[in-house]
């Protein structure tokens, strides 16, 4: 069966400093990775996803990922946080036909 | 931007009751999805529509809920009777073409049961 892990409930930062939230996966096959951020009582917003190619993966608002197979990880990066980045982030993963999992989330707060 | 449409955004019940929430999702999306998101925890998926078919389900509590994309467009999710551990927030996403593709999601319909 496939997992998600993101072993941090949250991650605190300065803004301002570079931000990484962790993700590692399990999955049968070639994985489909992606990130979705929520705001309090909202729907989850798609940030970025890696299906395949460069291992760097750009998306929105200047977040990107870094895919390492050796280690199943995807973990989410930013180089300079905002206090507008604190939310709540969730991984998922799918290996293609199966339904996609999503992980725990990492509340990110952003300290001023 | 496209948006997926929920209603109501907020359901306050009391168990044994009937409820119900709707979805429409983004023009052109044949995949349609219903989550339910316990506090402090990931989306969990109910059910899975490709059109109008159920392709995945094996979540849905089938004795209470219920969920129908009649025409392949808009659905709707039902829980009869709602008991009190149904309180969450209730999903609806859509994607282009399956799993492979970003899901959109829509801002949800947080249930409270009393």
């Known amino acids: 069966a496939q997992s998600v892990a993101q072993p941090e409930d949250q991650v605190n930062v300065a803004e301002g400093n570079p931000l990484t939230v962790k993700c590692t996966y399990s999955?049968?096959?070639?994985?489909?990775l992606f990130w979705y951020v929520q705001y309090p009582n909202r729907g989850l917003q798609f940030l970025l996803k890696?299906?395949?190619?460069?291992?760097l993966v750009k998306g929105s608002y200047g977040f990107e990922a870094e895919f390492n197979k050796s280690q199943t990880s995807f973990h989410l990066k930013k180089p300079s946080a905002l206090v507008s980045d604190s939310a709540l982030y969730f991984c998922?993963?799918?290996?293609?036909?199966?339904?996609?999992?999503f992980g725990i989330g990492t509340k990110l707060q952003v300290i001023p | 931007e496209a948006e997926v449409a929920q209603s109501p955004r907020y359901k306050i019940t009391e168990k044994s009751q009937a409820v119900a929430f709707w979805c429409d999702p983004i023009?052109?999306?044949?995949?349609l999805y219903w989550y339910r998101q316990i506090l402090g925890q990931g989306p969990e998926l109910l059910v899975q529509?490709?059109?109008?078919?159920?392709?995945?389900d094996s979540q849905l509590p089938k004795d209470r809920f219920s969920a129908e994309r009649l025409k392949g467009v808009d659905s709707t999710l039902k829980i009869q009777p709602a008991e009190l551990g149904d309180s969450a927030m209730y999903l609806c996403?859509?994607?282009?073409?399956?799993?492979?593709?970003?899901?959109?999601f829509g801002n949800g319909t947080r249930l409270t049961v009393t």
């Open positions: 998922a993963v799918t290996g293609g036909y199966q339904k996609v999992t």
């Open positions: 023009s052109g999306h044949a995949t």
């Open positions: 529509f490709q059109d109008e078919s159920v392709v995945d």
């Open positions: 999955v049968s096959g070639n994985p489909y």
């Open positions: 890696y299906i395949t190619g460069d291992n």
């Open positions: 996403a859509s994607s282009f073409r399956g799993n492979n593709s970003p899901l959109h």
